[in-house]
């Protein structure tokens, strides 16, 4: 009895001894003070494989408060987040809904691990900016940092952690309707424009007001045949190092925390699924610290493919390609346990892929305070204040191209006091933007009617529809239209396409200006009245049809929140246009894909010879209406005397070039002074043309300047198919002007 006695008393001591280890123990994970990679270890050894499973597992979220949150989908969604199964939602929003869905991971999960919130802040959260195109064509990399990081202020006081944003595919295509959330067509100019949006989402990541960004997507989705979402690619390795994969490279390298698979395959080989893109290039080559995640069930659709043979695979496929977290596709979730069960995933390979998404929630100090993004009365104040309007508005005006002016018909002078305003988008708020709107909304957007009605006053404005909200028109329409105009001392009509049109499944085999629009255009040029064209399209629109119809064209893109504002600023002459054309704007449809930066062919057709036999069309040009790099000011600007350091120089010397500019009008302006080169000869063949360089400057009326550019064996070199960085001896060619095609040039040697 005695022993026994002993007996219990001893375990009684051990036990308690136990539970007193067990209490005084220190939660690693939990400690403020250990290191990141101490707590991610630590909480890496707690978590089972479901947990694990969990963290790579991204959900689209909803409302989780008020009458929504007793839907049985958002009660089973609720409970996955509880079993620790979800590590990240995408469209949870605001503040309050955040912090719900926060509340429940880290108060009543077993490890309280917290949710990354992701959302598509596009261009803009609920200040809209102009769409990423129409900014890129301000060749204004400062401006673009502001925008992206006013998004992110204003995105993340309402919960949001993390954008999808930005997209840094290339594209030649304007009937890819994703053409709007780009860059444009040059990678050197994408690059640069990639890494100034990362830096302005994500700041250093260590305050509140800046979040994660994802670079998009990976790899070569601009190359869709034929415009068509969603539809195969098929490009050269040359071609992806050369051309698509640097403007994602340059975001890499800026810091970006996260990469999103694209939706594309690449030599056959769906993109979540290729270890040749996700591994070898992203992770080894690159040594990409952040983290993958799939586009909206891309892991899954290999199956449509036909690259996996079912849910499963399509798990195996992509973890082992080095893909990580599964947005939608639930096939990670569903059989990674299963998958490292079987050994054919090792428990290795898994914590390498949940320890950089811990990472970021780590340093995003989401485990020492889960809710510091979700706080509304933060977000009632960073909403749609008055200096986000005014740096939207600023964004909006140096994005305009202005394509035409013939006879100085823009800026409205004096002389100009009547205005008509004709076309229905003019006044329309719900055909102003395209999918991407964030959480903002058309309601307090400024319509082109408004905008000028705020600058000239109501009463010097004669409206008219013009055509319908389809963009067809009737004879009573075009009747009303041509009297406005008739009454007017200049016409400003806003054509083009609604912003409903641009965006993610809006590719448009015809992008070309609506067949009403060109038949009111054409009644209107009958009064003899300076007709300017307003164009609003989330795309470059072919304008063939109507560009001898009017004086002017101000190409305006997809605005944003500011719109009217900046239009009426660039009409009246308040502003001064500065924007280029970062795309070529095509002749015909027929001439798509049409680029300045495309190889010089067996045949290139000499300038002044139109005989046979050369690459040409026998009904259009070869070039584009408006070339790449172009757009007019209210002033003139002359370039002179280019001058090089040296007609040869060595792999490890330096090159300068010297431009002289000068603003030839009677306005003040800013020109965008642009440096491209060609390589004449190479061991793989070169563009025509390749920007390696440019200056957006100042230029007083009257000014000169001589602007200075220095150019290294790095500005010389293109990749070989294995990305290999290669420079070459031979002839070079060095061009300066204000676009592709509007040049001085000279030739120099590389030794
Ligand atoms: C699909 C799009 O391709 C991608 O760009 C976007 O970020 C995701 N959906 C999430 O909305």
């Given at each position: 009895?005695?022993?026994?006695?002993?007996?219990?008393?001893?375990?009684?001591?051990?036990?308690?001894?136990?539970?007193?280890?067990?209490?005084?123990?220190?939660?690693?994970y939990?400690?403020?003070?250990?290191?990141?990679?101490?707590?991610?270890?630590?909480?890496?050894?707690?978590?089972?494989?479901?947990?694990k499973?969990?963290?790579?597992?991204?959900?689209?979220?909803?409302l989780?408060?008020?009458?929504?949150?007793?839907?049985?989908?958002?009660?089973?969604?609720?409970?996955?987040?509880r079993?620790?199964?979800?590590?990240?939602?995408?469209?949870?929003?605001?503040?309050?809904?955040?912090?719900?869905?926060?509340?429940?991971?880290?108060?009543?999960?077993?490890?309280?691990?917290?949710?990354?919130?992701?959302?598509?802040?596009?261009?803009?959260?609920?200040?809209?900016?102009?769409?990423?195109?129409?900014?890129?064509?301000?060749?204004?990399?400062?401006?673009?940092?502001?925008?992206?990081?006013?998004?992110?202020?204003?995105?993340?006081?309402?919960?949001?952690?993390?954008?999808?944003?930005?997209?840094?595919?290339?594209?030649?295509?304007?009937?890819?309707?994703?053409?709007?959330?780009?860059?444009?067509?040059?990678?050197?100019?994408?690059?640069?424009?990639?890494?100034?949006?990362?830096?302005?989402?994500?700041?250093?990541?260590?305050?509140?007001?800046?979040i994660?960004?994802?670079?998009?997507?990976?790899?070569?989705?601009?190359?869709?045949?034929?415009?068509?979402e969603?539809?195969?690619?098929?490009?050269?390795?040359?071609?992806?190092?050369?051309?698509?994969?640097?403007?994602?490279?340059?975001?890499?390298?800026?810091?970006?925390?996260?990469?999103m698979?694209?939706?594309?395959?690449?030599?056959?080989?769906?993109?979540?699924?290729?270890?040749y893109?996700?591994?070898?290039?992203?992770?080894?080559?690159?040594?990409?610290?952040?983290?993958?995640?799939?586009?909206?069930?891309?892991?899954?659709?290999?199956?449509?493919?036909?690259?996996?043979?079912?849910?499963?695979?399509?798990?195996?496929?992509?973890?082992?390609?080095?893909?990580?977290?599964?947005?939608?596709?639930k096939?990670?979730?569903?059989?990674?346990?299963?998958?490292?069960?079987?050994?054919?995933?090792?428990?290795?390979?898994?914590?390498?892929?949940?320890?950089?998404?811990?990472?970021?929630?780590?340093?995003?100090?989401?485990?020492?305070?889960?809710?510091?993004?979700?706080?509304?009365?933060?977000?009632?104040?960073?909403?749609?204040?008055?200096?986000?309007?005014?740096?939207?508005?600023?964004?909006?005006?140096?994005?305009?191209?202005?394509?035409?002016?013939?006879?100085?018909?823009?800026?409205?002078?004096?002389?100009?006091?009547?205005?008509?305003?004709?076309?229905?988008?003019?006044?329309?708020?719900?055909?102003?933007?395209d999918?991407?709107?964030?959480?903002?909304t058309?309601?307090?957007?400024?319509?082109?009617?408004?905008?000028?009605?705020?600058k000239?006053?109501?009463?010097?404005?004669?409206?008219?529809?013009?055509?319908?909200?389809?963009?067809?028109?009737n004879?009573?329409?075009?009747?009303?239209?041509?009297?406005?105009a008739?009454?007017?001392?200049?016409?400003?009509?806003n054509?083009?396409?609604?912003?409903?049109?641009?965006?993610?499944?809006?590719?448009?085999?015809?992008?070309?200006?609506?067949?009403?629009?060109?038949?009111?255009?054409?009644?209107?040029?009958?009064?003899?009245?300076?007709?300017?064209?307003?164009?609003?399209?989330?795309?470059?629109?072919?304008?063939?049809?109507?560009?001898?119809?009017?004086?002017?064209?101000?190409?305006?893109?997809?605005?944003?929140?500011?719109?009217?504002?900046?239009?009426?600023?660039?009409?009246?002459?308040?502003?001064?246009?500065?924007?280029?054309?970062?795309?070529?704007?095509?002749?015909?449809?027929?001439?798509?894909?049409?680029?300045?930066?495309?190889f010089?062919?067996?045949?290139p057709?000499?300038?002044?010879?139109?005989?046979?036999?050369?690459?040409?069309?026998?009904?259009?040009?070869?070039?584009?209406?408006?070339?790449?790099?172009?757009?007019?000011?209210?002033?003139?600007?002359?370039?002179?005397?280019?001058?090089?350091?040296?007609?040869?120089?060595?792999?490890?010397d330096k090159?300068?070039?010297?431009?002289?500019?000068?603003?030839?009008?009677?306005?003040?302006?800013?020109?965008?002074?642009?440096?491209?080169?060609?390589?004449?000869?190479?061991?793989?063949?070169?563009?025509?043309?390749?920007?390696?360089?440019?200056?957006?400057?100042?230029?007083k009326?009257?000014?000169?300047?001589?602007?200075?550019?220095?150019?290294?064996?790095?500005?010389?070199?293109?990749?070989d198919?294995?990305?290999?960085?290669?420079?070459?001896?031979?002839?070079?060619?060095?061009?300066?002007?204000s676009?592709?095609?509007?040049?001085?040039?000279?030739?120099?040697?590389?030794?």
């Open positions: 009895m005695k022993k026994i006695t002993a007996i219990v008393c001893c375990i009684a001591i051990f036990t308690c001894s136990l539970a007193q280890t067990k209490s005084t123990e220190k939660i690693i939990k400690d403020a003070k250990a290191t990141i990679d101490q707590r991610i270890g630590d909480l890496l050894k707690r978590m089972t494989i479901e947990e499973a969990g963290q790579l597992n991204q959900l689209n979220g909803g989780f408060t008020g009458p929504a949150a007793n839907d049985a989908g958002q009660k089973t969604k609720m409970q996955q987040v079993d620790g199964k979800v590590g990240s939602f995408l469209n949870v929003l605001g503040a309050k809904e955040t912090k719900a869905v926060q509340k429940i991971a880290v108060e009543e999960s077993r490890l309280g691990i917290p949710i990354l919130f992701g959302f598509d802040v596009i261009h803009g959260y609920r200040t809209i900016f102009p769409i990423p195109l129409a900014e890129a064509c301000s060749w204004d990399l400062k401006q673009a940092e502001i925008n992206s990081s006013i998004a992110a202020k204003e995105a993340s006081s309402a919960g949001i952690n993390w954008t999808f944003a930005p997209m840094c595919d290339i594209t030649n295509d304007p009937r890819w309707g994703r053409i709007m959330e780009g860059i444009g067509e040059d990678p050197y100019y994408g690059s640069l424009l990639s890494a100034a949006r990362v830096k302005g989402l994500q700041g250093n990541l260590n305050d509140v007001e800046h994660l960004a994802c670079v998009k997507h990976f790899a070569a989705y601009g190359a869709v045949e034929a415009g068509r969603y539809n195969q690619v098929d490009v050269s390795r040359v071609q992806l190092w050369n051309k698509y994969l640097p403007p994602y490279k340059a975001a890499v390298d800026a810091g970006a925390a996260t990469v698979n694209s939706f594309n395959v690449f030599e056959g080989v769906p993109a979540s699924g290729n270890k893109l996700v591994t070898d290039i992203l992770l080894n080559k690159w040594k990409f610290k952040g983290f993958v995640v799939s586009d909206w069930a891309s892991f899954g659709e290999q199956i449509n493919h036909g690259y996996a043979a079912d849910r499963k695979d399509a798990a195996l496929k992509a973890i082992q390609a080095g893909s990580m977290m599964d947005m939608e596709s096939v990670i979730i569903d059989y990674l346990p299963q998958l490292v069960k079987e050994g054919k995933i090792s428990v290795a390979q898994v914590d390498k892929a949940v320890a950089r998404i811990l990472y970021y929630k780590f340093k995003l100090g989401l485990f020492d305070d889960p809710y510091k993004f979700s706080n509304e009365e933060r977000e009632s104040k960073t909403l749609f204040t008055e200096a986000n309007r005014n740096e939207a508005k600023k964004a909006a005006r140096s994005s305009i191209v202005l394509l035409k002016n013939n006879n100085n018909v823009l800026p409205l002078t004096s002389s100009s006091k009547k205005v008509a305003l004709i076309g229905y988008y003019a006044k329309s708020k719900d055909d102003m933007f999918f991407w709107i964030g959480n903002g058309a309601d307090n957007a400024i319509t082109i009617y408004d905008g000028l009605k705020n000239l006053g109501e009463s010097a404005i004669s409206y008219a529809q013009g055509y319908n909200a389809d963009a067809t028109t004879e009573k329409l075009i009747n009303d239209a041509v009297q406005s008739n009454n007017a001392d200049v016409v400003l009509v054509i083009g396409i609604s912003g409903k049109m641009a965006g993610e499944d809006r590719a448009l085999a015809n992008p070309v200006i609506p067949e009403g629009q060109v038949q009111l255009l054409k009644a209107l040029q009958k009064t003899g009245k300076p007709i300017v064209a307003i164009v609003t399209a989330g795309r470059p629109l072919i304008l063939t049809q109507i560009n001898d119809l009017v004086s002017s064209i101000a190409y305006c893109w997809i605005l944003g929140t500011e719109t009217g504002n900046a239009i009426a600023d660039v009409v009246t002459g308040a502003y001064n246009p500065s924007a280029k054309t970062v795309v070529s704007f095509p002749y015909a449809v027929g001439q798509i894909p049409v680029y300045y930066n495309h010089n062919t067996n045949r057709t000499p300038t002044d010879d139109f005989g046979n036999w050369y690459s040409r069309y026998r009904d259009i040009p070869n070039d584009p209406l408006y070339p790449f790099g172009f757009g007019l000011s209210y002033t003139t600007y002359k370039y002179s005397d280019l001058r090089l350091s040296s007609n040869t120089i060595s792999k490890t090159l300068n070039v010297k431009i002289t500019v000068s603003n030839t009008g009677k306005v003040d302006g800013e020109e965008v002074v642009q440096l491209y080169i060609r390589d004449i000869t190479a061991s793989i063949v070169r563009p025509v043309k390749e920007l390696k360089a440019f200056q957006k400057i100042f230029l009326a009257g000014e000169t300047k001589e602007l200075s550019f220095t150019l290294t064996g790095k500005d010389l070199s293109f990749y198919a294995d990305g290999n960085i290669k420079l070459e001896a031979g002839a070079f060619r060095i061009f300066v002007g676009n592709s095609r509007d040049v001085l040039e000279q030739n120099f040697t590389l030794k």
